[in-house]
């Protein structure tokens, strides 16, 4: 295994590196648009799981527009979202402090949201608002759960956030994501959550024989109403996850929440 961990940790610094340089040339190809951007993460996403040997399966349509909400299990979610399609992402505050991956996010045009305050909350209803208004083909990806879980359960949605869309009556597409690892472990050994700090968990990550992550993508709708957004999404997220398989038990995994109303 630790061999294992050692290799992956190459692999992964190496992808990092040519991420970076991926992102110098952008520039000196033209301007660094929003779209070009989410294409530059959709890119640096596929290379990054590649070289760490992290399958990926896609069931429905990935959306070209609107607001995309799904559960959250862990950051690797954000990776396998990325190569599934180029998006913007609503990601909490916190991740700017991260090495590489903070810079690497706001980088790619992700929204960030400070959970705890109702100001920045409404802020970034604003700025996605502007962003879902934008003639590209480029969805805005939302975890209305506020946390990542365990994956014992869907946590209730937060509305807020949902709101720009339901205001807009653009189209709403829910995802659900699940992990399946290879040598039969629970999904919850790749899910982060309660008080496990980032670099513990990636280490433990890197040391998981193998596994796949499975993506679904629901039928588009629009909602006037975003607490029945909210509702509706949510169990329609949730039936999603009963049908790919049986879930783990357990119902620990708060690890921090959106401000509601």
Known sequence: MTLRRTRRAVALLFSILTCIVRFWLLGLSGPRTLERRALWVQASA?????SLGIEYTVEGVPPTHGLVVSNHLSYIDILIFSAAMPCFFVAKMEIVGWPFFGKAARSGGTIFVDRSSLASA??????????LKLP???PVLLFPEGTSTDGSQVIRFHSRLIDPATSLGVPIT?????YVLHDGMEERELC???DETFVNHLWKVLGVTGYVAEVQFGEPRVYTDRRVAADETHDEISAMRERQGPRD?????IRSELVES
């Not at 038990?249 to 995994?253: R, W």
């Open 122 to 131: 409404l802020t970034v209803a604003e700025q996605m608002t502007e962003r």
């Open 136 to 138: 590209i083909p480029i």
């Open 46 to 50: 596929r290379h990054m799981l590649k």
């Open 192 to 194: 982060w959550y309660g």
């Open 249 to 253: 038990q357990g119902t620990e995994g």
């Open 174 to 178: 829910t995802a659900c994501v699940r």
